[in-house]
DNA sequence: GGGAAAAAGTGGTTTCTAGTGGTTATTTGT
DNA sequence: ACAAATAACCACTAGAAACCACTTTTTCCC
């Protein structure tokens, strides 16, 4: 199984090619030998999304199985099967991010690749400073939560 | 199991390296080998925390298992998932502090290491002392706290 | 209490590989 | 068929990691 840690800065070229870290590469190669899929973050925050595909199928069905009379489910299904895209590493151990998926989470040349234990996001370095920084408002916790101990 | 008790003032160098107290590299040595992981505190007070790795394994599943649909979940996770960080001792029983976590908790050369029981927290000697002077503001006390005698 | 030896902390240097950019080939569309 | 855009290939540079050497502090023994 598959466990990304960490965040990375990275860059992208004018091309749109973005070089993933040597650390992340090794855990890619065997939880999908290199075969990743890309998409859009359904939550208000702007990223995207990196999966390797074997974790993608399993999430797939879920996703498409939603009851799609409701509003949020469709949201989620537009956002999460549209912009869905399979990649794979160049011989350098680059991607090309679409263009798309690119104006989309706004990506311009510095981004951040946070990992997320069975996925990753990339986000654009502007928007990820920019959340770190928004003050953790009064949401309501739930319970799990609440009984940590950190 | 680990105990980590009291505090030390030490210094990171230009390229962000650190130089573990021999005490704690002691008691490193021997809840994990010298296997920790580093990464970032969730509260508003921005230190990164030493976890003996086992410790962290036994914690994260925890925060993976997180409803993820909710706000301060998914804060909670990209904070600790998107920047824990394993890392192992050099042969002069220093740790390589990756720089996104160094700029996230603002570290520069003075830094302070304090002992939390089974973690550590790692402070930017400035930030701590400005902490210690906070007023410690009327925030209503868990039970369990109010049960203490001291 | 002083001196010596060992350990701890600090800094620099070298080597290697990850990351970057450019160039050529191929494919697709007009 | 030709042109433009996309994809694969190759070469170079810069940054990181491992290694090594020195200085300073502490502890133990005389």
Redesign the interface.
């Given at each position: 199984m598959s466990n990304f840690?960490?965040?990375?800065?990275i860059n992208m070229d004018a091309k749109g090619r973005l070089a993933i870290p040597a650390k992340v590469r090794e855990e890619l190669a065997h939880a999908c030998g290199g075969r990743i899929v890309l998409t859009a973050n359904a939550?208000e925050e702007r990223c995207l999304l990196v999966y390797p595909e074997p974790q993608w199928e399993a999430l797939r069905p879920q996703i498409e199985a939603l009851p799609n009379m409701n509003k949020a489910a469709r949201r989620l299904q537009r956002l999460l099967l549209g912009h869905a895209t399979p990649l794979e590493l160049d011989s350098a151990g680059r991607i090309l991010v679409p263009p798309t998926l690119r104006s989309y989470a706004r990506l311009e040349k510095k981004l951040?690749l946070?990992?997320?234990?069975?996925k990753l996001?990339l986000w654009s370095e502007e928007r990820w400073f920019a959340?770190?920084d928004e003050?953790?408002d009064e949401?309501?916790?739930?319970p799990?939560?609440e009984a940590?101990s950190?």
């Amino acid at each position: 199984m598959s466990n990304f840690l960490g965040s990375h800065a990275i860059n992208m070229d004018a091309k749109g090619r973005l070089a993933i870290p040597a650390k992340v590469r090794e855990e890619l190669a065997h939880a999908c030998g290199g075969r990743i899929v890309l998409t859009a973050n359904a939550d208000e925050e702007r990223c995207l999304l990196v999966y390797p595909e074997p974790q993608w199928e399993a999430l797939r069905p879920q996703i498409e199985a939603l009851p799609n009379m409701n509003k949020a489910a469709r949201r989620l299904q537009r956002l999460l099967l549209g912009h869905a895209t399979p990649l794979e590493l160049d011989s350098a151990g680059r991607i090309l991010v679409p263009p798309t998926l690119r104006s989309y989470a706004r990506l311009e040349k510095k981004l951040m690749l946070i990992g997320q234990g069975k996925k990753l996001e990339l986000w654009s370095e502007e928007r990820w400073f920019a959340w770190l920084d928004e003050s953790s408002d009064e949401e309501e916790m739930p319970p799990e939560m609440e009984a940590l101990s950190l």
